[in-house]
């Protein structure tokens, strides 16, 4: 079992930056992909970015050249770095984790969730 708590979240300025983490508890840490995925007003959830337990990446292209993902295998926390932050950011952010390292784009193959944490990015 897993457990993910979110955190970071906030209101900002377009143009600005967040760093979202998200704090997992559980031995096998390492060995997850972990993905983050959004939820704006109205719409459906979508992904966001993915790290696979050796640390390759892939981000949606509506995020690419702008947010980063990391994560401390030793802390057991993913870091999701946000610059330049658009106003088509707000929404509700969700980590994810997955023992599969394969695929990493949908919703299905994450067993695990975090409640979410907030983000509003202001005009």
């Known amino acids: 079992q897993v457990q993910l708590v979110e955190s970071g979240g906030g209101l900002v300025q377009a143009g600005g930056s967040l760093r979202l983490s998200c704090a997992a508890s559980?031995?096998?840490?390492?060995?997850?992909?972990m993905g983050w995925f959004r939820q704006a007003p109205g719409k459906e959830r979508e992904f966001v970015a993915t790290?696979?337990?050796?640390?390759?990446?892939y981000y949606a292209e509506s995020v690419k050249g702008r947010f980063t993902l990391s994560r401390d295998n030793a802390k057991k926390t993913v870091y999701l770095q946000m610059n330049s932050l658009k106003p088509e950011d707000t929404a509700v952010y969700h980590c994810a984790a997955s023992p599969f390292n394969v695929g990493g784009l949908r919703q299905i193959e994450y067993p695990y969730w975090g409640q979410g944490t907030r983000v509003t990015v202001s005009s």
């Open positions: 790290i696979t337990a050796s640390g390759s990446t």
């Open positions: 559980g031995r096998t840490f390492s060995s997850y992909r």
